[in-house]
């Protein structure tokens, strides 16, 4: 019983850790992001607004 508590507090502690490094790391600007949108599931996503614009223009002439 003793042991089930503090496996679940050494646990939380952990992720408690890794939640404010990834705050920390987003305020800085810093991202997860290795930056090869080709290979990412999300590419789609990884475009700002000036790229889909540009895209738009080129495909229209």
């Known amino acids: 019983m003793i042991a089930t508590i503090i496996i679940a507090l050494v646990l939380a502690v952990i992720v408690a850790f890794i939640i404010k490094r990834m705050i920390?790391?987003?305020?800085?600007?810093?991202?997860s992001c290795g930056g090869d949108c080709s290979s990412c599931?999300?590419?789609c996503h990884a475009f700002d607004t000036a790229d889909k614009i540009s895209k738009k223009k080129v495909?229209?002439?």
């Open 41 to 43: 599931g999300g590419a």
């Open 24 to 31: 920390k790391d987003k305020l800085q600007g810093k991202s």
């Open 59 to 61: 495909d229209l002439n």
